[in-house]
């Protein structure tokens, strides 16, 4: 089938909207009252759809009409198609770089334990930008997912029509409750209870290798979720591994010590994008705000005790 015959078998598209109101409504009145048309302007646009198709599509009888089986088909199929349209110019909205959104995908434990807390400085800094933050990790499709950015831990393969920019590399070390360290621990990591995630099982093995560490665990214990491990060495639970900037405002708070310091995971944490940063003025805003607050990160510590 050529193309010249599949655009000739469409109905006039631009009849469709005046028949999904007549359709979901079973009246060709209150269509026209929904449009802002006249009762004729709705008959006169069905009439166009059903002659193109050479079907009839409402059943009309006593002022009354209802849909045929032809007619329900064509109002599931108009219904999808304006339904993404709707959709698609939104997202271009969105998008465009004069929106006052900018939708981010994060990782869920970056978003919640650094990110979020920062958000309000940068509303501040910028009122007319509001951040529509989406937690969600591993690799994006940003186009599907309705995304400008996505923030990630490089750690894998991301398609090359992306464009990705590093913010900063990570740090990682053993982390805990300073009065537990000191009391319960005698400063010994061998007598802590190792906490692990199941979403980076291999933690401690990459931070033993970088550090020269050989210390073994008292007892060891798991968390679903990589958040959960850092939250339970908050609460006194034992010993997590924890990465910069995960664990940077409970170190700049006291809540935790990082007593053997902190060492490079051979990550970086980096922000995708479909296009350079530069082309949009609102993605530009956030990633300079963001490099900024790495630089403060970095320069405020990369702890130990």
Same mark, same amino acid.
């Given at each position: 089938?050529?193309?010249?015959?599949?655009?000739?078998?469409? &109905?006039?598209?631009?009849?469709?909207?005046?028949?999904?109101?007549?359709?979901?409504?079973?009246?060709?009145?209150?269509?026209?009252?929904?449009?802002?048309?006249?009762?004729?302007?709705?008959?006169?646009?069905?009439?166009?759809?059903?002659?193109?198709?050479?079907?009839?599509?409402?059943?009309?009888?006593?002022?009354?009409?209802?849909?045929?089986?032809?007619?329900?088909?064509?109002? @599931?199929?108009?219904?999808? !198609?304006?339904?993404?349209? %709707?959709?698609? !110019?939104?997202?271009?909205?969105?998008?465009?770089?004069?929106?006052?959104?900018?939708? !981010?995908?994060?990782?869920?434990?970056?978003?919640?334990?650094?990110?979020?807390?920062?958000?309000?400085?940068?509303?501040?800094?910028?009122? %007319?930008?509001?951040?529509?933050?989406?937690?969600?990790?591993?690799?994006?499709?940003?186009?599907?997912?309705?995304?400008?950015?996505?923030?990630?831990?490089?750690?894998?393969?991301?398609?090359?029509?992306?464009?990705?920019?590093?913010? #900063? +590399?990570?740090?990682? =070390?053993?982390?805990? %409750?300073?009065?537990?360290?000191?009391?319960?621990?005698?400063?010994?990591?061998?007598?802590?209870? #190792?906490?692990?995630?199941?979403?980076? +099982?291999?933690?401690?093995?990459?931070? @033993?290798?970088?550090? =020269?560490?050989?210390?073994?665990?008292?007892?060891?214990?798991?968390?679903?979720?990589?958040?959960?491990?850092?939250?339970?060495? !908050?609460?006194?639970?034992?010993?997590?591994? =924890? &990465?910069?900037?995960?664990?940077?405002? %409970?170190?700049?708070?006291?809540?935790?010590?990082?007593?053997?310091?902190?060492? &490079?995971?051979?990550?970086?944490?980096?922000?995708?994008?479909?296009?350079?940063?530069?082309?949009?003025?609102?993605?530009?805003?956030?990633?300079?705000?963001?490099? =900024?607050?790495?630089?403060?990160?970095?320069?405020?510590?990369? +702890?130990?005790?």
């Amino acid at each position: 089938m050529s193309n010249i015959h599949r655009k000739r078998s469409l &109905p006039p598209l631009a009849a469709l909207p005046a028949f999904e109101a007549a359709a979901r409504h079973q009246s060709f009145s209150r269509a026209a009252e929904e449009l802002h048309l006249t009762h004729g302007a709705i008959s006169r646009a069905v009439a166009q759809i059903e002659e193109r198709l050479g079907v009839d599509l409402f059943v009309r009888r006593n002022r009354r009409v209802w849909l045929t089986p032809a007619g329900e088909r064509l109002l @599931k199929a108009t219904v999808l !198609v304006l339904d993404g349209l %709707d959709s698609t !110019v939104e997202e271009i909205h969105r998008h465009d770089g004069t929106s006052p959104i900018l939708s !981010v995908s994060c990782e869920p434990s970056l978003a919640m334990r650094w990110l979020m807390p920062r958000l309000g400085a940068f509303r501040d800094a910028n009122p %007319d930008l509001n951040i529509d933050l989406r937690p969600a990790g591993g690799p994006v499709d940003l186009l599907a997912e309705g995304c400008d950015v996505a923030i990630r831990r490089a750690d894998f393969g991301i398609a090359e029509d992306y464009d990705v920019t590093r913010l #900063w +590399p990570e740090f990682a =070390g053993p982390v805990c %409750d300073p009065q537990c360290w000191k009391t319960i621990l005698a400063c010994d990591l061998s007598n802590a209870r #190792w906490l692990h995630s199941r979403t980076r +099982p291999d933690a401690w093995e990459v931070w @033993k290798r970088a550090s =020269g560490c050989e210390a073994s665990p008292a007892s060891e214990q798991y968390f679903d979720h990589f958040f959960f491990a850092l939250q339970a060495a !908050v609460n006194r639970l034992g010993t997590a591994i =924890g &990465p910069l900037p995960l664990v940077y405002d %409970d170190l700049a708070a006291g809540r935790l010590i990082a007593p053997h310091g902190m060492a &490079p995971t051979g990550y970086d944490y980096v922000l995708i994008t479909l296009d350079r940063p530069g082309r949009d003025p609102r993605i530009l805003r956030f990633f300079d705000w963001l490099m =900024g607050e790495a630089k403060g990160m970095e320069d405020g510590m990369l +702890p130990s005790v």
